[in-house]
């Protein structure tokens, strides 16, 4: 029944924003809503906003004259920067979850470490990532040099572990001050408290936090493709669409699509993940009541 209304909940989210897509490109105006001379909605016309329908249709037609068809290489360039986002997802993500760890088990290092935490998520991705690409392209690993996806993944995995390190230490502070004295009266040491007790009571904490960091990851990779001129991913794909806007529109779109259905699929491969370990959680609590 969730799976289902879920399910219902996110047709009716596409369907409300197809409306209010269409209903802004109807009502708007061509030159966009503006307010004591500051333009406060978007251009309604062809060129800013096409038709979602001619969106759709320009996913079947060819990218080029005599070429393929533009879902199938927007699929490729997806599938290109999947790749680079999960090697980003789990560097960040293992990141995150060390960093949650270790400042939960020193309040010093919570107190000194956290602000700073937060404070690397002001850094802005366009400044960051020609930063890192040219701090990296020294580096090798062996007969091996540093690669340009490399560096979109670092950028991936520095969006990714913050959601992950925040979101885990919260549930790592969850459990009761009851259960950990209960802990302690088995003479529990803290690795035991963490995997018993600390990390079981995490996990309603941490698989949200775990989507946020794959969505976060997937941007951090477009960004990074767009910023590094990495090729073959999406990112790519939607500078070199964008060139075309003026006499082909609704192909800038496709590429947008693309990068859109990619965060889905991060935020889905996390919840597939969530399914059964939150079920055998409920089945454990279940049984020890």
């Known amino acids: 029944m ?3 209304k879920r399910f219902l909940g996110a047709l009716g989210g596409l369907a409300a924003f197809a409306l209010l897509w269409e209903g802004y490109k109807a009502v708007g105006d061509p030159e966009g809503t503006v307010v004591l001379g500051v333009r406060i909605l978007p251009r309604a016309d062809d060129l800013s906003m096409p038709h979602l329908l001619d969106v759709v249709r320009r996913l079947g037609r060819p990218e080029l004259t005599g070429g393929r ?4 290489v927007v699929l490729d360039a997806c599938l290109f920067t999947l790749g680079i986002t999960a090697i980003g997802f789990l560097a960040g993500a293992v990141v995150g979850f060390l960093l949650a760890a270790l400042m939960q088990r020193f309040r010093l290092v919570e107190r000194g470490l956290l602000p700073y935490v937060v404070l690397s998520q002001t850094v802005p991705l366009v400044a960051l990532a020609p930063l890192v690409a040219g701090w990296s392209g020294a580096l090798s690993f062996g007969p091996y040099a540093w690669q340009d996806w490399m560096t979109v993944s670092t950028i991936a995995a520095y969006l990714a572990f913050f959601p992950v390190a925040v979101g885990l230490l919260r549930g790592l502070h ?4 009851a259960g950990v004295e209960l802990m302690r009266s088995y003479a529990a040491g803290w690795w035991r408290t963490f995997v018993k007790l600390r990390l079981p009571a995490a996990l309603p904490f941490l698989f949200p936090a775990l989507r946020l960091a794959g969505a976060a990851a997937v941007v951090g990779a477009v960004v990074g493709e767009i910023s590094t001129g990495t090729r073959g991913g999406v990112g790519r794909l939607v500078i070199e669409y964008s060139r075309e806007a003026t ?11 693309g990068a859109a259905v990619l965060g889905l699929v ?3 491969f996390v ?4 399914l059964p370990l939150m079920r055998h959680r409920r089945r454990v609590e279940v049984n020890v009541i």
């Open 69 to 72: 068809p533009v879902w199938q």
């Open 247 to 257: 006499a082909d529109p609704a192909k800038v779109y496709t590429a947008m699509l």
């Open 2 to 4: 969730n799976r289902t």
């Open 266 to 268: 991060a935020a889905a």
């Open 174 to 177: 969850s459990p009761s001050a």
């Open 271 to 274: 919840s597939l993940i969530e």
